[in-house]
């Protein structure tokens, strides 16, 4: 298990969650919820400007490639 760092932006501030790399992003997205005092089922959270899956894990979202457009 490796040590991994998350930034997240919220209203223009960057937040930083510390995790391991076989975190699922579901709990790394509720340790933001609470560090920013938020419901996080009111809170959307994006990663290539598509919805976060929060069943893979950190290291799995990693992994995901954001897909040109095709000409």
């Known amino acids: 298990m490796t040590q991994a760092k998350v930034d997240f932006k919220y209203r223009e501030t960057t937040y930083t969650i510390e995790c391991l790399s076989t975190d699922k992003m579901?709990?790394?997205c509720k340790k933001l919820a609470e560090k920013i005092g938020k419901d996080l089922n009111l809170?959307?959270?994006l990663y290539l400007d598509d919805p976060l899956k929060g069943?893979?894990?950190f290291e799995e979202t990693l992994k995901i490639k954001k897909e040109e457009p095709k000409p």
Request: proline share 0%.
């Open 26 to 28: 579901e709990d790394v």
């Open 43 to 45: 809170l959307d959270f």
């Open 55 to 57: 069943e893979l894990t």
